[in-house]
């Protein structure tokens, strides 16, 4: 499938360089970035949340997770995990457990972990299971500007 076309048109909006890294196939982000030879910090996930107000996707590293109790506190909300099912309709152009960290492209309000702010390159997953967006670390700041930013892990 390689890049989600919602993902390579919000990109191309953006004036946002980017290389496509292929990789074999996994089953989650960090094995992906141990497929693609890259630091697993430096790979941002997204995990969705959902509560009676909405849908909040928070974007950290692929080997740490979610304090969501926390993620709460920061948002004043009660928020829970969303399931596959649920997002599939929100995600239509991307694979089941590969959604891009950009909530922006797909209408979803964000929050970035801070940790992820100083990295000098991030890598995205692209939409499958199979490749990963490569960007430089102040395109990838360019793009979470709108976002919330809170220490979430």
């Not at 702010?117 to 991030?122: A, F, G, K, Q």
Request: negative net charge; glycine residues 6%; charged residues 20%.
């Amino acid at each position: 499938m390689a890049i989600a076309l919602t993902l390579q048109t919000y990109l191309a909006h953006k004036g946002i360089a980017y290389d496509l890294l292929p990789h074999r196939h996994t089953d989650t982000s960090v094995n992906s970035a141990n497929s693609a030879h890259i630091p697993p910090d430096r790979l941002a996930k997204s995990v969705i949340l959902e509560d009676e107000n909405g849908y909040v996707m928070a974007v950290i590293p692929a080997n740490r997770h979610v304090r969501i109790g926390r993620l709460n506190q920061v948002l004043n909300r009660r928020m829970g995990l969303a399931t596959e099912a649920e997002l599939s309709p929100l995600f239509n152009d991307c694979d089941p457990g590969a959604l891009p960290p950009l909530g922006d492209a797909y209408g979803i309000a964000t929050v970035v972990d801070e940790s992820l702010e100083e990295c000098p390159e991030v890598y995205l997953e692209a939409g499958d299971h199979e490749d990963l967006i490569h960007l430089k670390g102040t395109a990838f700041r360019r793009l979470m500007r709108g976002s919330q930013h809170a220490r979430i892990c």
